[in-house]
């Protein structure tokens, strides 16, 4: 909304600008030993006549263009478009025969006459391009609407798949007994408040997403406890915690770490890299998979890699670069961002 009020504001001036020239165009090409005369006609009227072609330019552009100029109508266009440019020559005729009747018409006539042409094509062209540039704008109004709402229904599947998962590793928790139950259920009220409340902005900080990110590995360190090796190096320059990030964009990454590090393996792990570097956020997570198909196959796998994909293709199209490696049953994803 302030971008389009201040685009008019500055259409507003530059059409202020180009009449207050057109009126004062005497004074600005001609001199006072010249009379601020052009061509044997004085200042006054030009000024005069600009007000009648000023009137002409926005007569037509914002009135008789937009009404006639239209399917049948056109018909009517045309003769409604001589009338005009016919009543301002008899306008500025008058003017000359009644105010300045020592102009010689007949030498002045071209610059009389010719300019309420002039004026009332160039009425039309701004027009014909005001609308093309009008349709262009909602065009790209209404793609960024589409885009909006795509993200916004992808944002609402990351939440329920992630809850999904969380709630998958409460359960486990609950049937083993664990005394780390009830840090993992606050750990989990505080995952949930991210979750309900800061992703509702359009961006978070780095610095949230990366204590959410932590937040969550420490719930998994709960749910594994010795049976995994999970490691979290970070680096992080002073500033990069302030930068804007997409919320959740890093999380289904290592959701997928953890749902397939730790099948029926005899040594799972899960790592995780996160650096971030002059605004170049680097996301490394490495996790061994079972190769057996009967073991990794699972209807929802891939549901949140897929939807993180399409998000950063919206958001991120030409910042971002994305790499897998599966090679010896070891699935390695790699994430550059440019968060600058």
Request: hydrophobic share 45%.
């Amino acid at each position: 909304m302030t971008s389009l009020k201040t685009q008019q504001k500055r259409e507003i001036a530059i059409h202020v600008g180009i009449w207050v020239t057109i009126l004062l165009l005497p004074y600005l090409i001609s001199s006072a030993d010249e009379g601020y005369k052009i061509g044997g006609l004085p200042a006054a009227f030009f000024v005069l006549a600009g007000l009648i072609h000023a009137g002409i330019f926005y007569f037509n552009a914002f009135y008789l263009y937009p009404k006639l100029a239209r399917g049948w109508r056109w018909w009517l266009y045309i003769p409604c478009a001589i009338a005009v440019i016919m009543v301002s020559f008899a306008l500025k005729y008058q003017i000359v025969a009644h105010f300045f009747p020592e102009v010689v018409l007949r030498s002045a006539a071209g610059l009389i006459f010719g300019p309420s042409v002039l004026v009332f094509a160039a009425s039309l062209v701004y027009r014909r391009v005001s609308e093309g540039i009008q349709k262009e704008r909602a065009r790209k109004e209404y793609e960024a609407q589409q885009v909006a709402a795509e993200l916004k229904l992808l944002r609402s599947q990351v939440n329920p798949h992630f809850l999904f998962n969380v709630l998958t590793n409460m359960v486990a928790l609950a049937r083993q007994r664990s005394d780390q139950l009830e840090d993992a259920l606050l750990r989990l009220a505080d995952l949930m408040r991210y979750m309900t409340y800061d992703t509702q902005a359009k961006q978070v900080t780095l610095q949230q997403e990366t204590d959410y990110l932590k937040s969550y590995i420490e719930l998994q360190k709960l749910r594994f406890s010795d049976g995994m090796r999970i490691e979290l190096d970070v680096q992080m320059n002073a500033d990069a915690g302030s930068l804007p990030v997409e919320p959740m964009i890093m999380i289904p990454f290592v959701e997928n770490a953890f749902k397939h590090g730790a099948s029926r393996l005899d040594e799972p792990y899960v790592l995780i890299r996160l650096k971030a570097i002059d605004g170049l956020l680097t996301l490394t997570v490495v996790n061994p998979y079972d190769a057996d198909p009967e073991v990794s196959n699972d209807d929802n796998s891939g549901i949140g890699l897929e939807n993180v994909r399409t998000r950063l293709k919206l958001i991120y199209p030409d910042k971002h670069t994305f790499a897998i490696d599966d090679r010896n049953s070891i699935f390695t994803i790699t994430l550059n961002l440019n968060l600058r």
